[in-house]
């Protein structure tokens, strides 16, 4: 069994420093220490990944604990705009698991963290029962431009990047049948998501999102806390989300792609809002992450769907809410 | 049983904001976003408070869990010698702590970041079989001004600040019998510790300090911390430490002071050492704080401790080490 000292010397190499200028202090000390650019606002985040909450230790394989426990909390820098720079790594550990299984958890986070451009300076590891990391992501945005929930205005686009539903397709299969029964394929949104943070960034920069979420609860929850941090309501097109898209040997499970993609959580895509005009310059994709308009803001503060028959019925946030029964 | 939101809400509630002109977007956003002051460095820092790790739920009042939990992660920002600005609240609870319990923790919480001065910015909210923090904290401090763990030299002077010990006393004391049963004063420093956040703040703008730690492991600990984060050994005089005093309810229990002094956790005073001729410019006490050398930085990497008899033995690390069985 490793002692504290040895965990975090080889937490360390896992994480090699990058080209961090602004870095003074990194692992080691009582605390990093860090020396922010002038002209820039800083992002910060926070995000717990809990086994048995989070994380299943029979389901999910170590490198996808790892790497998605970042990517989920580098996802909310994404729906800000903000550029990766720094991430702190609190760890809980039971004894037994400071091994191999702590080997693939470290190579799966250090790949996340090279992806998404993020340097480890600084954590803390304790034991416990039950795995479980808290990350702190801390990112930097030039001054003002950071995209907030609130903005949403009445004639709004709402759109959407990516494909809805995927990550709740992989759950449900992943609980069915364990993962080396399925294409690699099918779980990789629900293992592996991707952080859509150039597109956040895009958005932010060319000033076109009045405002931003990362969809991590599901598309009518995460819809819901938009709308009512901006004062307002939606109407959502049913027939233009883009749904996931069943293949064969899943149809038979009797999954509704519309449900998966309405409240199926942890896709991390991006639920933005644009004013009408920018329809026309909106371009299909940003750096292949497709972009879709899939309804428009309302004044009246309810959540509506309209289905494919021209119904229009009250959308219910069906998401993920963690202290519901 | 509260939502989320509603847990939201109350905790925001119990956190109004302070005068932090540098503060964009508090909670409910994505993340936080902050504007750092010019001419300043970020001592940003990571810390969990686990149950059954850290605390226990029917010896630890909710109150002194809330207060706690800031107060060690906040020690950390003493040990550099940085002002406290903001925190992230990260937080897993049972359902059934989401009440009355949770309520208390709040109070305590409200009261440390009051007297510490933070603001709490942002945070996340999980379900959990045991309740767990995770607290980020993030101070300010000079350019260049930060006091770290590797400066120490030989020749100079080890001091510490308080008594050490009382923390390790009050646990043993509660573990024996309840909260109740003994007198407030001897349970506060295990309960409420005090970051040393103004003599920090003092020995780093004054220029003092070679090197700094916080006393959370044990002194034997982390000084061995220190020692080896600067390339150096120690010598410790075992009658100059500052030990606790056994009340005499106490001492039928057959605790050693000195044993408490040198191996209890939790004490949050800080360590740190100077250069020899500093000695005559020390105060006794800042603000209050009593300060005490106890001992020198050799160049052999030891840690020595010299007893009352005046014999030199060799000192283990015998603190908090989370992964010793």
Redesign the interface.
Known sequence: ????KQ?IARTGRKFPLRSSAGL??GI?????????K?G?????????F?E???FLLRVHPPEAVGYKALARATS??A??G?RPL?F???L?LP?GR?GKWYDGFLEGMARAARTFGLTL??????????A?V?L????E?D?GQ?V???GARPGNLICVSGTLGEAELGLQLLQRRGPKKWKKELLRKHLYPEPRLHLGQWLAKKGRATA???ISDGLSTDLRHLCE?SGVGAKLWAAKIPKVVLPGEAQKIGLDPLRLALDGGDDYELLFTLPKRMQRHLPRAVRGVPITVIGEIIREKRILLVDDAGRTRNLPARGW?????
């Open positions: 069994m490793a002692s504290e965990l003074r202090v080691g000390d009582d605390a990093a220490v860090v020396r922010p002038e820039v606002e800083w992002a910060l985040t926070t995000d717990a809990l048995n909450v989070h909310d820098l729906a800000m903000a720094y702190l790594l609190s809980a004894a400071t300076v600084g954590g803390d590891t304790t034991r416990s029962t039950l479980g808290n702190t992501i801390i990112g945005i001054r950071a907030l929930r609130s931003m979420i990362d941090s809410e963690p202290f519901r029964e």
